[in-house]
């Protein structure tokens, strides 16, 4: 158990994207956001999925670029 503590997590960051993916994009909170109106002439789904889905990208460049930057100092 000590070696695990030793180095830094790997797979475990983009293991929790994956799931924070399969939270943000779960049938009952996008119910949520499919109830009628608008924000500024968009209706509020179609804002949540692309806000959600540029979030988990945006979040996955940088773990990765992390990875990468931390194998270099290495």
């Known amino acids: 158990m ?4 030793d180095r830094p997590p790997r797979g475990d960051r983009l293991i929790a994207l ?3 993916g399969l939270v943000l994009f779960n ?4 119910r949520a ?3 009628p109106g608008s924000l500024s002439g968009w209706q509020a789904l179609l ?3 692309f806000g959600a889905w540029l979030a988990v990208i945006a979040l996955l460049a ?3 670029e992390r990875h990468l930057r ?3 100092d290495r």
């Open 47 to 49: 804002l949540y999925i």
């Open 18 to 20: 994956f799931l924070l």
């Open 70 to 72: 931390d194998e270099e």
């Open 2 to 5: 000590t070696g695990r503590r």
């Open 27 to 30: 049938p009952p909170l996008l």
């Open 62 to 64: 940088l773990a990765v």
């Open 33 to 35: 956001f499919g109830a």
